[in-house]
C-alpha cells in the first residue's frame, strides 16, 4: 500500500492556511521530490501555478508522469495523463483547508507544500511541521534543447 501523505499549497490571502489534498501510494519523499518536479516541469511546463491548480482537483492514489489517459489501477479511479491515478476525478469538495499550527495533528506522515508565488517546494513531516525536512525551488522552464529540474538533485 505505501506511504500516505499530503500535496497542496498555501492559502494565498492567509499564509496561516494551507490547502490538501490526499496521496495514497508512494508518498516519501525520495519518489514524491522528483515525481513533483517532474510533474511541474515535464506536464506543466515549468508553470507551477497550473502544476498546483491540477494536483487540488483530486484526491490521489498516486502521482506520477507515467500515468497516461488508458493507464488502470482500480475501478473507478480515473488517470490524468502525465500527472496521477485520482481516486475521484470531478470532486464535490474543496480541497482541505488546515491551518498550519495543526499539521501536526494530521494523520499521514508527510505534507508537500508547493508555492507558486516562491516557485518553491517545502516537504514537511507531520512528526515536527514546525521544521522543514527540505526545501527546494523549481527552476524556470528549460530552454528548447534541455532538459532537466534541479529540485530534488535530479537532471
Known amino acids: 500500500m505505501g506511504t500516505r ?8 490571502t492567509d499564509p496561516t492556511v494551507v490547502h490538501l489534498r490526499y496521496v495514497h501510494s508512494d508518498a516519501v519523499p525520495e519518489y ?13 511546463h515549468g508553470d507551477t501555478a497550473a502544476t498546483v491548480t491540477a494536483l487540488l482537483r483530486c484526491t490521489w492514489a498516486y502521482l506520477g508522469t507515467d500515468v497516461s489517459t488508458d493507464a488502470t489501477f482500480l475501478a473507478g479511479d480515473t488517470p490524468i495523463a502525465g500527472v496521477g491515478m485520482a481516486i475521484e476525478a470531478a470532486p464535490t469538495e474543496p480541497p482541505t483547508a488546515v491551518p498550519l499550527a495543526r499539521l501536526g495533528e494530521l ?8 508555492d507558486p508565488a ?7 513531516s ?21 532538459t532537466g529540474s534541479t529540485v530534488g538533485g535530479r537532471r
Request: aromatic content about 10%; overall charge negative; glycine content about 6%.
Open 32 to 44: 514524491m521530490v522528483p515525481t513533483l518536479a517532474e510533474i511541474q516541469e515535464q506536464t506543466f
Open 126 to 146: 507531520t512528526d515536527d511541521p514546525d521544521h522543514p525536512t527540505a526545501r527546494h525551488t523549481f527552476t524556470t522552464p528549460p530552454a528548447a534543447g534541455s
Open 118 to 124: 516562491t516557485n518553491t517546494l517545502t516537504v514537511l
Open 5 to 12: 501523505g499530503y500535496v497542496g499549497c498555501p492559502d494565498v
Open 107 to 114: 494523520w499521514e506522515p508527510w505534507v508537500y507544500l508547493i
